[in-house]
């Protein structure tokens, strides 16, 4: 139980979502670092299958709804709906939002209003493109942001493998167009094995980019982009789609990027980095370090200690209030 705030709860409320997703996994992470120094916090869910993913992460999992007691805070993602805000006539229950991608914040404001016309403590992000949206379209200032952060470590060049790996629950239909492109125009590379991921734990997703030589990347419509840069942290090489969320981070030297939607740009990209890595190896092993670097940008300690002050300064902000 968390001392300082006298049992006070943080109850956040677990996206629904078909498999793993990275929005629970980030939402498990704050969980996790709130829990850890003291806070006491609870993650609902309606289905257990929401989050039934190993992330080895220490944050108690409630399938259902809970009784509200005064002073529990409640933090929202932006898939859900406004109407489904706590509310108490005596103000001591109180509400957060964390968006974690900036093309659904529209879902939470059906009714056409805005975040300050709601019933919030507060409002956070996770990444810059969240912020400047929620900024400029949803009538609040100054939104923190709660940067993610990548497991990162050294990487055994000779684990890898010939391997493409590549995550298509976003663009199965560019997935498979660039897979034929690729092989016919790249048949050199034909020895290549395509490995999906797709409904495995953290840890074997992880396990699976440490082995792959390349990633392509199928990001679309994201807040960020976590995969690219969880490939980056891994060693491989990058290509393809940043999902716009990745713009933060793609540069030129850190991967070969195309313009959303570009199917063949994607597969000649993809060509084309398996050719540096063939013919340059010293360009590649230098695109590999400047992914490795740009990964290194997103601490595990950054993130928990955002975490920590946003959480930390809602709690204290509405302690009065309960």
């Keep these: 139980m968390g001392q300082d705030y006298f049992g006070r709860r943080v109850l956040f409320i677990a996206p629904r979502s078909s498999g793993p997703a990275g929005g629970v996994k980030v939402l498990l992470e704050h969980a996790a670092v709130l829990r850890s120094s003291g806070i006491d916090v609870l993650v609902l869910t309606r289905d257990a299958e929401h989050v039934r993913h190993d992330w080895g992460m220490d944050a ?3 399938v259902g709804a ?9 933090v929202w993602p932006e898939t859900f709906n406004s109407r489904q805000l706590q509310v108490s006539p005596r103000g001591d229950v109180h509400n957060v939002l964390l968006v974690q991608n900036q ?12 975040l300050a016309d709601l019933p919030l403590a507060g409002v956070a992000a996770t990444s810059i493109a969240c912020k400047r949206y ?50 016919r125009r ?48 891994s060693g491989c090489l ?7 969320g990745g713009e933060e981070y793609a540069t030129s030297e850190n991967g070969i990027w195309v313009a ?17 890595a063939r013919e340059s190896p010293a360009m590649a092993s230098q695109m590999i370090e400047h992914g490795m670097r740009t990964a ?8 928990d200690d955002a975490a920590l002050a946003f959480y930390r300064g809602v709690l204290d902000a509405t302690a009065r209030q309960t």
Excluded at 66 to 74: A, C, H, I, N, S
Excluded at 199 to 212: I, K, N, P
Excluded at 238 to 244: D, E, I, L, S
Aim: net charge negative; with cysteine; hydrophobic share 40%.
């Design 60 to 62: 108690p999992i409630h």
């Design 66 to 74: 809970v009784e509200g007691r005064p002073g529990d805070l409640y």
């Design 103 to 114: 093309f659904y914040p529209f879902n939470f404001l059906r009714d056409g209003s805005g």
């Design 134 to 183: 929620l900024e400029t379209y949803c009538d609040v200032e100054n939104v923190p942001v709660i940067p993610c952060g990548v497991e990162t470590g050294p990487v055994d060049s000779s684990a890898k493998k010939d391997w493409i790996a590549v995550m298509p629950r976003k663009r199965s239909h560019e997935a498979a167009f660039i897979k034929n492109h690729f092989r």
């Design 186 to 233: 790249f048949s050199e590379f034909k020895h290549f094995e395509w490995v999906e991921i797709d409904d495995m734990t953290h840890a074997e997703v992880m396990g699976t980019l440490r082995q792959a030589r390349v990633f392509l990347s199928l990001q679309r419509f994201e807040g960020l982009g976590l995969p690219a840069l969880e490939a980056m942290a």
């Design 238 to 244: 990058v290509a393809g789609f940043t999902g716009q």
């Design 260 to 276: 959303e939607d570009d199917m063949e740009g994607a597969a000649n990209a993809l060509g084309e980095v398996m050719v540096m």
């Design 296 to 303: 290194a940008r997103y601490t595990i300690e950054a993130r």
